[in-house]
């Protein structure tokens, strides 16, 4: 991971970094990128902006969840667009759900950003059925 301090902005690569780290399933790694007080909201949830997580510790135990759910989760294909305070990530998102079916859906994330960290992660995912186990 790129060395990030409280005034160096978010970089391309900053996502690069992160995007790895979700697929290493290090939380640590992950959330060296989100600041304190960070939002996120999921894709899924019974809110307009789904489920919303505050804060580090909220948002590392929503992101460990998915990880013990489908236990290969994946963001591939990515690309990064990063504009002074906002952010966005495409990406193909996998994973095997517990019954054995398999997701496979593009997606994005559009971030905000404060003083190189992400303050704000609203992801956004295709509503696609499960894949019948093979």
Do not use: C, Y
């Not at 304190?36 to 460990?64: L, M, Q, S, W």
């Not at 496979?104 to 509503?127: M, P, S, T």
Request: hydrophobic share 40%; proline share 4%.
């Amino acid at each position: 991971m790129s060395t990030m301090t409280a005034t160096t902005p978010l970089t391309v690569q900053d996502l690069n970094d992160l995007f790895d780290a979700f697929n290493r399933h290090d939380i640590d790694a992950v959330m060296a990128h989100f600041a304190d007080d960070a939002v996120f909201d999921a894709v899924g949830g019974p809110e307009v902006h789904g489920t919303r997580f505050k804060g580090r510790a909220a948002i590392a135990e929503a992101f460990e969840n998915v990880w013990k759910t489908m236990r290969d989760a994946r963001w591939d294909h990515r690309d990064h667009l990063v504009h002074s305070d906002r952010a966005v990530s495409e990406w193909t998102f996998s994973g095997t759900n517990p019954d054995g079916t398999r997701i496979e859906a593009q997606g994005a994330d559009i971030f905000r950003l404060r003083h190189g960290l992400i303050v704000h992660k609203q992801a956004f995912r295709k509503q696609r059925p499960p894949v019948a186990k093979s």
